[in-house]
């Protein structure tokens, strides 16, 4: 079964040939849509499109406990997320790929844990990413000749409405992306002992920037921003180690109270 998951766009069909399709229940619910499973370069991996296969689930209504949920179920160790993000600063600009290492919570109403009780835990969430798979995607992007950030702090909003320009201005001082998706989701995979990376690419400078953000604009540049995702895929999939000797499991060593 896969070790690798990827969470993503429809962009993702592109790269690999479904050759399975599984419908997984879950304790949580239904998950966006059945998990497909294909091979990218020869290595086999898990894809759950995140919102739905028509594009009809909005980034606050994803059943995030029932994707990862469903992922951990078929086997996976490792996730990908795939995410569109806005740009809070200059030097990052629309088309560039981050590897994004922090990250901060402005969600409001989703639900982030799998430990509502009895059982009690805490995470550590210190360091959120992977740093194996941190390594690959910096890499391969960069010698696909991408522009690529090393680092960048992801502030993750409610949603489904952008910014206004107050908000963008304050997170503009701590953070340099903007997206709607990462959190819960790599909550999640860490509460089940799952490494995560995520790909983010720019598709938009947010409101700081005078122009208000034009959802139909995010589209068309993600889809231009779709080939650069298949090729790191493509190239950066099959360098994961296989054997994971990042620690990212231990987590759950010292979570439980
Ligand atoms: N996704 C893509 N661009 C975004 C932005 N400016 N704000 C929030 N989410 C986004």
């Given amino acids: 079964m896969p070790k690798i998951g990827i969470i993503g766009g429809s962009g993702v069909y592109g790269v690999f040939d479904p050759k399975e399709s599984i419908k997984v229940h879950t304790p949580y619910g239904r998950p966006s849509a059945p998990v497909e499973i294909g091979e990218i370069n020869g290595v086999e991996i898990a894809f759950l499109p995140r919102h739905g296969k028509t594009h009809d689930i909005p980034p606050h209504e994803v059943n995030y406990r029932a994707n990862i949920w469903a992922l951990h179920e078929l086997g996976v160790e490792r996730v990908i997320g795939i995410t569109a993000v806005g740009s809070l600063r200059e030097e990052y600009k629309p088309g ?16 982030y844990t799998f430990y509502n009780g009895p059982r009690v835990a805490h995470f550590s969430m ?3 990413f992977c740093p194996e798979m941190r390594k690959v995607f910096i890499e391969t992007s960069k010698g696909l000749g991408y522009d690529t950030h090393e680092k ?15 908000e963008s201005m304050m997170f503009r001082s701590y953070a340099h992306i903007i997206g709607m998706t990462l959190v819960p989701e790599i909550v999640l995979a860490r509460e089940l002992g799952m490494c995560y990376v995520n790909i983010a690419a720019i598709t938009d400078y947010d409101v700081w ?12 540049v993600m889809k231009e921003n ?16 296989e054997e994971r000797k990042c620690g990212c499991a231990d987590v759950l060593k010292t979570a439980f109270v």
């Fill in 96 to 111: 560039d790929i981050v590897i994004t290492d922090q990250f901060i919570d402005f969600t409001k109403k989703r639900e």
């Fill in 126 to 128: 210190a360091d959120p």
């Fill in 152 to 166: 960048g702090t992801y502030v993750c909003i409610e949603g489904p409405r952008f910014s206004t320009r107050a």
């Fill in 209 to 220: 920037a005078e122009k208000p953000v034009d959802a139909q604009e995010v589209v068309r």
């Fill in 226 to 241: 779709e080939e650069k995702i298949r090729k790191i895929l493509q190239e950066g999939v099959p360098k994961i180690p």
